[in-house]
């Protein structure tokens, strides 16, 4: 099974490809629109993640 990390990493992939293809119309920009958006979602997830660790369940 895989791990929350990796359907983590699957899930911003897909979800920042949909969102550079449909927002640019120029692969260039959709390129760096969708790798912007990765980068974000994983720093911002990992960030998050971080801080909330201390919190009990």
Known sequence: MPSHLALLVLFAFFVSLV??????????????????????????AIVLGWLLYPLPL
Do not use: N, P, S, Y
């Open 19 to 44: 969102f550079a293809v449909i927002t640019k119309d120029d692969a260039r920009e959709q390129l760096r629109l969708g790798g912007m958006m990765f980068g974000g979602f994983l720093a911002t």
